[in-house]
């Protein structure tokens, strides 16, 4: 599984107006030396994978709707704890401190709409949208495609990605986060943490 798959006929377009809509949910993570990506669910809370969270030391920050290296228009938020989820889902929560105006990430910005995973199909379109580090460094970059498979366990899609996409929110056709993307087979396809079942429930049990 590797963190980095361009596939063939790739799409990726930046995403240049990144307050609008759901991309104010997406943010750009800096965790030790790596970058990556997250996205907002809750007042204090976001989603990243757990091979992210891993590498911050518990110095994780992130800038929800960054533009570039030097424009974070909602400013930048700082890791308070993490509560990984139990089994093999490379998936984590990350809390998050108050900004210093006292300001929640989630009163900053609108977050993500979910959407059980259960409710997709083979061939239904799918955006991923993040911070891929083959690009100027924290631009947004979104990949369109369409879901090839789908369990409780993985959803798989021909949308490409780039490391830095780690992280990164999966959404449906009504902008709907369904997955947060982990990996991918070189040359065949990428895949998500489907937000279905036990995952969803231990996330609607510990989003605050």
Same mark, same amino acid.
């Given at each position: 599984m590797s963190p980095r798959v361009v596939l063939p006929g790739e799409d990726r377009h930046q995403i240049e107006n990144t307050q609008t809509g759901h991309y104010q949910s997406i943010g750009y993570i800096e965790a030790g030396e790596s970058i990556a990506t997250g996205v907002v669910i809750g007042e204090n809370?976001?989603?990243?994978?757990?091979?992210?969270?891993?590498?911050? +030391? =518990? +110095? @994780?920050?992130?800038?929800?709707?960054?533009?570039?290296?030097?424009?974070?228009? *909602?400013?930048?938020?700082?890791?308070?704890?993490?509560q990984a989820y139990p089994g093999d889902a490379d998936l984590v929560l990350v809390h998050l401190n108050k900004n210093d105006d006292g300001q929640s990430v989630g009163e900053v910005v609108e977050p993500a709409t979910i959407q059980d995973a259960s409710t997709v199909s083979k061939d239904n379109p799918i955006t991923v949208t993040g911070y891929p580090g083959d690009k100027p460094l924290a631009t947004?970059?979104?990949?369109? =495609?369409?879901?090839?498979?789908?369990?409780?366990?993985? @959803?798989? *899609? +021909?949308?490409?990605? *780039? =490391?830095?996409?780690? =992280?990164?929110?999966?959404?449906?056709?009504?902008?709907?986060?369904?997955?947060?993307?982990y990996g991918g087979?070189?040359?065949?396809?990428n895949s998500a943490v489907p937000l279905t079942g036990d995952i969803l429930q231990f996330i609607n049990n510990n989003n605050s």
């Open positions: 809370t976001i989603l990243t994978n757990k091979h992210v969270a891993d590498l911050s +030391n =518990g +110095n @994780l920050s992130f800038a929800p709707a960054a533009e570039n290296d030097s424009q974070f228009p *909602y400013g930048t938020f700082s890791e308070k704890d993490t947004m970059w979104e990949s369109s =495609g369409e879901i090839i498979n789908g369990n409780s366990e993985t @959803l798989t *899609y +021909n949308a490409s990605t *780039y =490391g830095g996409n780690s =992280g990164s929110p999966v959404f449906n056709s009504n902008n709907e986060l369904i997955g947060l993307h087979v070189e040359g065949e396809s």
